[in-house]
């Protein structure tokens, strides 16, 4: 699918969200990489085979200091 040069990474590849957006939707919250992935802004991710994979968004780095402090 991708037609860059160098090729951005496949949808296997681990790297496959450096690849280059090719249709964005912000105000639905998703984009379209061109390695065929969808891309949700809560880091959720549709492979182009159907697998869904789960946000997997990480506690951000000011938040840290919070994680179990109870």
Do not use: K, Y
Not at 20 to 36: A, K, M, T
Not at 57 to 63: D, E, L, S, T, V
């Amino acid at each position: 699918m991708c037609q860059h040069i160098p090729p951005c990474p496949s949808a296997d590849a681990f790297d496959h969200e450096a690849a280059r957006l090719v249709v964005s939707h912000p105000e639905q919250g998703w984009g379209l990489l061109c390695n065929g992935v969808v891309v949700f802004e809560d880091t959720g991710e549709l492979m182009p085979d159907g697998r869904s994979i789960p946000a997997h968004r990480g506690i951000p780095a000011h938040h840290s200091h919070c994680v179990g402090a109870a």
